[in-house]
């Protein structure tokens, strides 16, 4: 798979599960307020997929090609991958699981923004979204080098 289709790939999945995993957390806390990732995440996900047909009809559209990164970047991979899988869920779990519901872990983590990890389901579709941002961000990478050096190859 070459970079444009493996990001596209990566960014759609974690697009989707960001989608599930905030339905199924709005249901369970009631706390419908993290519907709101919906408005975003979808159109962001389609926006991707557009520019990602676009791009492989016209490959050496400069522009088609910074839109489609800042898309995937802005959004998908600092956004839902690194703020809200890594630091959100991996890092939160980490700290509870070594310092327990204490004053350090309540300062990173305050309710009630953050539950404290009590549902296996929604800790874990949490957790993968950290996960998927890793092979997003190699992806991304390998897309951004291709793109300096062998632009061709993106595509």
Known sequence: MKPLQ??????ALLLLLTAVHHVY???IYHTHWRLHVLFVAIPVMLLVYLLDRLLRKYPDSYPLLVCYLLS??????LIIGLYEGVYNHLVKNIVFLVTGNNSFFLL????PVYEL???FWFEATGILQAF?????LM???KMIKSAIHYRKQII
Do not use: E, H, N, Q
């Open 72 to 77: 995937v970047l802005l959004f998908p991979l």
């Open 6 to 11: 493996r990001t596209t790939f990566f960014t």
């Open 25 to 27: 957390g709005a249901i």
């Open 132 to 136: 998927l941002f890793y092979p997003l």
């Open 108 to 111: 990173l983590f305050p309710p």
């Open 139 to 141: 992806s991304f990478s």
């Open 117 to 119: 990890p009590g549902d």
